[in-house]
C-alpha cells in the first residue's frame, strides 16, 4: 500500500529483510549482500577498524562464509579457514603467505597442472622460484635451500595417484622449521587430516570445487591453517580480493554436509572399478592406492587407515593415446568430463587436457604416459559403471 513515500523508494526499502525472526532456518542463510546498514558512522568505523565484532563488507566474508569457514577448519581439524574464489586463488595466497621475492619452494613433480603453471610461469616474475621434486624425504631435504620458505604436496597426487610420503616430507620440514602446504583436494578431509597427522607446521589448500562441493557446480578454494598464520591468509584474501563469492560459499557449505556420505560410496565404488580394470588385458598401471598390488597400498593404508582410499584412480591403456580416445567415445554411463569430485563419473586424457601446461619431458618424469586415463568415480551403481568401463575397454 501506497504510504506517502514514492514508487522507487517502497521498491527499495519494503522488500528489507523482516525483523525479529526468532525460527531457526534449518538451512544456512545465503547472504547475498556486498554491504551492510549501520546504527550510525561510529558504528561502522568501530566495525572496519575491528573494535566491534560485525560485518563490513563481502570481500572480507559475510554470515555465509563464516559458516563455511568453521565447518571446513572443524573437518580439516584447524583453528582456522578462509574460503577463496578458486583453487588456485587459495593456493597463490597460500604460497605469497609464505614465501617472499628472493625466496624458494619445493614442489612435487606431478602436481595439477594449473598449480604446475603458477609455480613455473607466474611466481618467478615475482622472484619466487620452485624446485620440482619425487615427493620421497630424502628428494624434498637435498633440494630445500637457505631461502626455502614452502614446501608442497599434493596427498594423492593428480592424475597418477601416487601417495606422498607426507609424513617422511613433514619431518624434514619439523626439522629445517619450513611450513609445508598440503593440496588435500583429491583426499578430502574425510580420508586425511595433515594438520592433525603431521609435526609441521601445515597448511592445507583445497579445490572446493571437488569433492566438498560434490555437485559440479561451483567453483572455490579453501585454505585451513593455524590462527596466527590465517591473519596474513585473510588480509591477502581480502587485499588481494580472492574472497570466495557468497553464492559459491553458500553451495560449498550445502555439499560439504554430505562429504562423508559421498566419499564412502564413491571410494568404495572406486575399489571395486579398479580391482575390475586390475584384470583387464588392455589397461596397465592401474593408479589407485587401495590395490594391495599398487606401490604405495602400504602407504596409503598408513596414512588414510579404514577409510578407504579416495574416489579418483587412473589406468594406461596399452594402445596409447588412440586407444584411450576410442575408448573414452565408447563410454555410456561415464562421460568425457573437464573436472572431478562430483556425482557423475567422469574421463579426461590429462597429457592434452587438464596437464598439457607440461612439456613432453615433464610428463614422462611425472609417469603421464600418453595412453593415461584419469576417471573421478561419482555415485552411480558400482555395477554400471564396470559393465561401462568393460565394454568400452572392448572397442579400445
Ligand atoms: C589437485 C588440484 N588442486 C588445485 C586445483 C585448482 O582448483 P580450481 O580449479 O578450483 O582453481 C585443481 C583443479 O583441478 C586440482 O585438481
Redesign the pocket.
Known amino acids: 500500500m501506497s504510504d506517502g513515500r514514492g514508487f522507487s523508494t517502497r521498491a527499495i526499502h519494503e522488500g528489507e529483510q523482516p525483523k525479529g525472526i526468532v525460527e531457526e532456518p534449518i538451512s544456512t542463510p545465503i547472504w547475498l549482500t556486498s554491504d551492510y546498514f549501520y546504527e550510525g558512522l561510529e558504528h561502522y568505523a568501530d566495525v572496519v577498524n575491528e573494535r566491534r565484532p560485525g560485518f563490513v563488507y563481502g570481500r572480507y566474508g559475510n554470515p555465509t562464509h563464516v559458516a563455511l569457514h568453521r565447518v571446513l577448519a572443524s573437518l580439516e581439524g584447524a583453528e582456522a579457514a578462509w574460503s577463496f574464489a ?4 587459495a ?1 597463490h595466497v597460500a604460497i605469497t603467505a609464505l614465501v617472499k621475492t628472493g625466496g624458494h619452494v619445493v614442489a612435487q613433480r606431478t602436481v ?1 597442472g ?2 604446475l603453471s603458477l609455480l613455473k610461469e607466474v611466481l618467478p616474475d615475482y622472484g619466487i622460484q620452485t624446485t620440482f621434486t619425487e615427493m620421497e624425504a630424502a628428494a624434498v631435504a637435498a633440494a630445500l635451500r637457505p631461502t626455502t620458505g614452502a614446501v608442497l604436496v ?1 596427498t594423492l597426487a ?1 592424475p597418477t595417484f601416487r601417495v606422498a610420503d607426507v609424513r617422511g616430507i613433514a619431518d624434514v620440514c619439523a626439522e629445517a622449521e619450513i611450513p609445508l602446504v598440503v ?1 588435500n ?2 583426499a578430502t578431509p574425510w580420508l586425511y587430516r595433515p594438520i592433525e597427522a603431521l609435526p609441521c607446521e601445515t597448511l592445507v589448500m583445497h ?4 569433492y566438498i562441493g560434490g555437485h559440479s557446480d561451483l ?3 579453501a585454505v585451513a591453517c593455524s590462527a596466527g598464520r590465517m591473519e596474513r591468509i585473510r588480509f591477502l584474501a581480502m587485499e588481494q580480493g580472492g574472497t570466495a563469492g557468497a553464492f559459491d560459499a553458500w553451495l560449498a557449505l550445502r555439499g560439504v554436509q554430505t562429504l562423508g556420505l559421498r566419499m564412502e560410496r564413491q571410494s568404495a565404488t572406486a575399489l571395486a572399478l579398479a580391482r575390475s580394470l586390475f584384470d583387464h588385458p588392455k589397461a596397465s598401471r592401474v593408479g589407485y592406492s587401495g590395490l594391495p598390488q599398487h606401490p604405495d597400498h602400504e602407504r596409503a593404508v598408513d596414512l588414510f587407515g579404514e577409510r578407504g582410499f579416495g574416489a579418483m584412480l587412473s589406468f594406461t591403456l596399452t594402445g596409447g593415446y588412440e586407444a584411450a580416445s576410442r575408448a573414452c567415445a565408447a563410454l555410456q554411463v561415464a562421460r568425457v568430463g573437464s ?2 569430485g562430483g556425482l557423475n563419473t567422469e574421463v579426461t586424457h590429462p597429457g592434452t587436457t ?1 596437464h598439457r601446461q607440461f612439456s613432453a619431458e615433464e610428463r614422462v618424469a611425472a609417469g603421464i604416459g600418453d595412453g593415461l586415463i584419469r576417471c573421478s568415480v561419482g555415485g552411480e551403481d558400482p555395477d554400471d559403471l564396470i559393465a561401462d568401463f568393460a565394454q568400452a575397454l572392448e572397442k579400445a
Open positions: 578458486s583453487g588456485m586463488a593456493l595439477y594449473g598449480t599434493e593428480n593440496d583436494t583429491v579445490s572446493t570445487s571437488k567453483i572455490g578454494g573436472s572431478f587438464s
